[in-house]
């Protein structure tokens, strides 16, 4: 499976999120730890899902870049 994460610039590090995995969160100090770090979110949440017995949602997230005039 494909999920789109979203990675925001805290004050002193990176989160990240799952639009399509409620409460699938992650920080780390730079972009790379914290893509490692959602990385293992989303695998721990979906194990978590499977073993409470609860459906598995289908990414449906999109991922798009809008240019404009500054």
Do not use: W
């Not at 999920?3 to 990240?16: C, G, H, S």
């Amino acid at each position: 499976m494909r999920y789109a994460v979203v990675i925001e610039r805290a004050k002193n590090n990176y989160a990240a999120y799952v639009p399509d995995l409620l409460g699938c969160v992650a920080t780390g100090k730079t972009v790379k730890e914290t893509e490692a770090q959602i990385q293992e979110a989303i695998q721990f949440h979906l194990r978590g899902m499977r073993e409470d017995g609860l459906a598995i949602p289908e990414p449906s997230s999109q991922v798009a870049y809008i240019e404009v005039a500054a």
